[in-house]
Protein backbone atom coordinates (compact mmCIF):
# COMPACT_ATOMS: atom_id res chain seq x y z
CA UNK A 1 0.00 0.00 0.00
CA UNK A 2 2.38 2.32 0.45
CA UNK A 3 4.63 1.57 -2.37
CA UNK A 4 1.31 2.54 -4.01
CA UNK A 5 0.88 5.64 -2.62
CA UNK A 6 5.07 6.44 -3.46
CA UNK A 7 4.45 5.96 -6.88
CA UNK A 8 1.11 7.89 -7.50
CA UNK A 9 2.80 10.90 -5.67
CA UNK A 10 6.23 10.74 -7.72
CA UNK A 11 3.66 10.62 -10.70
CA UNK A 12 2.42 13.73 -9.55
CA UNK A 13 5.09 15.90 -8.93
CA UNK A 14 6.31 14.42 -12.24
CA UNK A 15 3.43 15.43 -14.30
CA UNK A 16 1.53 18.25 -12.08
CA UNK A 17 4.01 21.09 -10.87
CA UNK A 18 2.18 24.57 -11.53
CA UNK A 19 -1.21 24.44 -11.50
CA UNK A 20 -1.13 28.10 -11.88
CA UNK A 21 0.54 28.12 -15.28
CA UNK A 22 -2.59 26.48 -17.15
CA UNK A 23 -0.61 26.33 -20.78
CA UNK A 24 2.44 25.33 -18.76
CA UNK A 25 0.45 22.24 -17.67
CA UNK A 26 0.00 20.93 -21.18
CA UNK A 27 2.95 20.73 -22.35
CA UNK A 28 3.23 17.13 -22.96
CA UNK A 29 7.18 16.61 -23.69
CA UNK A 30 9.13 12.81 -23.80
CA UNK A 31 10.51 11.76 -21.27
CA UNK A 32 12.99 8.92 -21.64
CA UNK A 33 16.64 7.92 -21.48
CA UNK A 34 19.62 5.51 -23.72
CA UNK A 35 19.10 1.88 -21.94
CA UNK A 36 22.81 1.95 -21.11
CA UNK A 37 22.58 4.80 -19.02
CA UNK A 38 20.09 2.79 -16.56
CA UNK A 39 22.87 1.22 -14.83
CA UNK A 40 25.19 4.17 -14.92
CA UNK A 41 22.12 6.80 -13.72
CA UNK A 42 23.63 6.38 -10.29
CA UNK A 43 26.36 8.73 -11.72
CA UNK A 44 24.61 10.88 -13.71
CA UNK A 45 21.91 10.83 -11.13
CA UNK A 46 23.04 14.72 -9.65
CA UNK A 47 23.00 16.05 -13.08
CA UNK A 48 19.42 14.86 -14.29
CA UNK A 49 16.36 14.01 -13.18
CA UNK A 50 15.00 10.28 -13.59
CA UNK A 51 12.97 9.53 -17.20
CA UNK A 52 9.74 7.51 -17.05
CA UNK A 53 11.84 5.01 -19.24
CA UNK A 54 15.08 3.76 -19.85
CA UNK A 55 14.50 2.19 -23.94
CA UNK A 56 16.23 2.23 -26.95
CA UNK A 57 13.39 3.89 -28.39
CA UNK A 58 14.56 7.12 -26.99
CA UNK A 59 17.93 6.63 -29.43
CA UNK A 60 18.14 8.43 -32.21
CA UNK A 61 18.36 5.80 -35.22
CA UNK A 62 15.37 4.21 -32.67
CA UNK A 63 13.18 7.31 -31.84
CA UNK A 64 9.45 6.10 -31.76
CA UNK A 65 6.65 8.67 -30.28
CA UNK A 66 4.03 5.81 -30.03
CA UNK A 67 5.85 3.43 -27.52
CA UNK A 68 7.02 6.70 -25.88
CA UNK A 69 5.47 8.08 -21.78
CA UNK A 70 5.33 11.53 -21.66
CA UNK A 71 5.13 13.94 -18.85
CA UNK A 72 3.65 17.66 -18.56
CA UNK A 73 6.29 20.63 -18.28
CA UNK A 74 6.33 23.57 -16.61
CA UNK A 75 8.87 25.28 -18.70
CA UNK A 76 10.40 23.63 -21.56
CA UNK A 77 10.81 20.03 -23.81
CA UNK A 78 14.33 19.41 -24.64
CA UNK A 79 16.97 16.75 -25.95
CA UNK A 80 20.15 16.56 -24.79
CA UNK A 81 22.61 14.27 -26.38
CA UNK A 82 25.77 13.45 -24.88
CA UNK A 83 28.97 12.21 -25.41
CA UNK A 84 30.00 8.99 -23.61
CA UNK A 85 33.05 6.97 -23.48
CA UNK A 86 31.84 3.61 -22.44
CA UNK A 87 34.14 0.67 -22.33
CA UNK A 88 37.19 2.75 -23.96
CA UNK A 89 34.54 3.41 -27.20
CA UNK A 90 33.19 6.41 -27.53
CA UNK A 91 29.40 6.33 -28.30
CA UNK A 92 25.86 8.76 -27.39
CA UNK A 93 23.40 8.86 -25.17
CA UNK A 94 19.91 10.23 -25.60
CA UNK A 95 17.85 11.97 -22.43
CA UNK A 96 14.19 13.94 -23.20
CA UNK A 97 12.18 15.12 -21.11
CA UNK A 98 11.62 18.75 -19.30
CA UNK A 99 14.15 21.32 -18.87
CA UNK A 100 13.74 21.43 -15.22
CA UNK A 101 15.06 17.76 -15.40
CA UNK A 102 18.36 18.87 -16.08
CA UNK A 103 19.25 19.79 -12.06
CA UNK A 104 20.38 23.81 -11.77
CA UNK A 105 20.97 24.49 -15.27
CA UNK A 106 22.33 27.72 -16.21
CA UNK A 107 19.85 29.39 -17.51
CA UNK A 108 21.57 31.69 -19.77
CA UNK A 109 22.83 29.22 -22.02
CA UNK A 110 19.19 28.44 -23.15
CA UNK A 111 18.48 30.53 -26.30
CA UNK A 112 15.04 31.94 -27.27
CA UNK A 113 14.61 30.28 -30.63
CA UNK A 114 14.16 26.67 -31.62
CA UNK A 115 17.55 24.26 -32.67
CA UNK A 116 20.53 22.23 -31.56
CA UNK A 117 23.44 24.03 -30.20
CA UNK A 118 26.58 22.50 -28.41
CA UNK A 119 27.28 23.53 -25.03
CA UNK A 120 29.66 22.86 -22.56
CA UNK A 121 28.98 20.59 -19.25
CA UNK A 122 30.65 24.08 -17.44
CA UNK A 123 28.66 26.06 -19.05
CA UNK A 124 25.34 24.11 -18.74
CA UNK A 125 25.59 23.63 -15.05
CA UNK A 126 25.60 26.59 -12.16
CA UNK A 127 28.33 26.01 -9.95
CA UNK A 128 29.96 23.55 -12.13
CA UNK A 129 32.93 23.48 -10.27
CA UNK A 130 32.46 20.81 -7.73
CA UNK A 131 31.85 18.07 -10.58
CA UNK A 132 34.96 18.26 -12.24
CA UNK A 133 34.08 19.13 -15.43
CA UNK A 134 36.93 18.40 -18.33
CA UNK A 135 37.18 22.02 -20.22
CA UNK A 136 36.26 19.57 -23.61
CA UNK A 137 32.57 17.68 -21.93
CA UNK A 138 29.93 18.83 -24.33
CA UNK A 139 26.38 18.25 -24.86
CA UNK A 140 24.18 19.24 -27.73
CA UNK A 141 21.43 20.96 -26.21
CA UNK A 142 17.91 21.00 -28.44
CA UNK A 143 15.33 22.87 -26.14
CA UNK A 144 11.76 23.46 -27.59
CA UNK A 145 8.62 25.02 -26.59
CA UNK A 146 6.14 23.13 -28.20
CA UNK A 147 3.69 19.84 -27.07
CA UNK A 148 5.95 16.91 -27.94
CA UNK A 149 8.62 19.24 -29.39
CA UNK A 150 11.87 16.84 -28.67
CA UNK A 151 11.45 13.68 -30.58
CA UNK A 152 14.76 12.91 -33.05
CA UNK A 153 14.48 15.29 -35.80
CA UNK A 154 15.32 13.77 -39.07
CA UNK A 155 18.51 14.79 -40.89
CA UNK A 156 19.02 15.21 -44.39
CA UNK A 157 20.78 12.06 -45.77
CA UNK A 158 24.46 13.35 -47.09
CA UNK A 159 23.28 11.50 -50.84
CA UNK A 160 20.49 14.01 -51.08
CA UNK A 161 22.29 16.81 -50.19
CA UNK A 162 25.10 15.32 -52.73
CA UNK A 163 22.30 15.43 -55.01
CA UNK A 164 21.27 18.81 -54.85
CA UNK A 165 24.51 20.50 -54.94
CA UNK A 166 25.05 18.53 -58.59
CA UNK A 167 21.79 20.03 -59.68
CA UNK A 168 22.41 23.93 -58.33
CA UNK A 169 25.90 23.22 -60.20
CA UNK A 170 24.18 22.03 -63.31
CA UNK A 171 21.34 24.72 -63.52
CA UNK A 172 23.33 27.84 -61.98
CA UNK A 173 25.89 28.92 -64.84
CA UNK A 174 22.76 28.53 -67.35
CA UNK A 175 20.83 30.60 -65.10
CA UNK A 176 23.19 32.80 -65.51
CA UNK A 177 23.39 32.94 -69.58
CA UNK A 178 19.71 32.90 -69.81
CA UNK A 179 18.99 36.63 -69.83
CA UNK A 180 22.17 37.22 -72.40
CA UNK A 181 20.76 34.53 -74.87
CA UNK A 182 17.44 35.81 -74.78
CA UNK A 183 18.32 39.26 -75.46
CA UNK A 184 20.83 38.20 -78.55
CA UNK A 185 17.45 35.73 -80.19
CA UNK A 186 15.10 38.75 -79.80
CA UNK A 187 17.38 41.06 -81.34
CA UNK A 188 17.81 38.44 -84.36
CA UNK A 189 14.19 37.57 -84.01
CA UNK A 190 13.33 41.69 -84.57
CA UNK A 191 15.84 42.37 -87.29
CA UNK A 192 14.71 42.68 -90.12
CA UNK A 193 16.61 43.11 -93.51
CA UNK A 194 16.48 46.01 -95.88
CA UNK A 195 15.01 45.35 -99.57
CA UNK A 196 17.25 46.17 -102.47
CA UNK A 197 15.73 49.79 -103.03
CA UNK A 198 16.44 50.81 -99.34
CA UNK A 199 19.76 49.94 -99.97
CA UNK A 200 19.86 51.58 -103.40
CA UNK A 201 18.17 54.76 -101.79
CA UNK A 202 20.38 54.78 -98.92
CA UNK A 203 23.62 54.37 -100.55
CA UNK A 204 22.15 57.60 -103.49
CA UNK A 205 21.55 59.48 -99.98
CA UNK A 206 25.40 58.80 -98.17
CA UNK A 207 26.97 59.60 -101.59
CA UNK A 208 24.54 63.27 -101.68
CA UNK A 209 25.60 63.63 -97.67
CA UNK A 210 29.03 62.82 -98.79
CA UNK A 211 29.32 65.67 -101.71
CA UNK A 212 27.43 68.18 -99.81
CA UNK A 213 29.59 67.42 -96.78
Same mark, same amino acid.
Given at each position: ?????????????? $???????????? @????????????????? %??? *?????????????? $???? #??? @???????? *??? &???????????????? @???? @??? !????????????? #??????????? %???????????????????????????????????? !???????????????? +??? =?????? =??????? +???????? !???? &??? =???? &?
Amino acid at each position: MATDVLQVFSYLIA $NVSDLANPHAYR @MQCHSCMSPYLEDQFMY %ISH *LYRRPLAFTEKCDF $NNFD #GKY @MRTKNCTD *LCV &SVRMNDKVGGRRRYGY @MRGC @MSD !IIHYNRSVVRDYP #GCYSVRLRDLF %ISSERYAFEPHDSVELCPCSKPFCNPAVPRVPPFVL !IGLAAILLFVFPRIQN +FPL =ETVILQ =EKKDFVP +FSKNQKRR !ISRF &SVL =EIGV &S
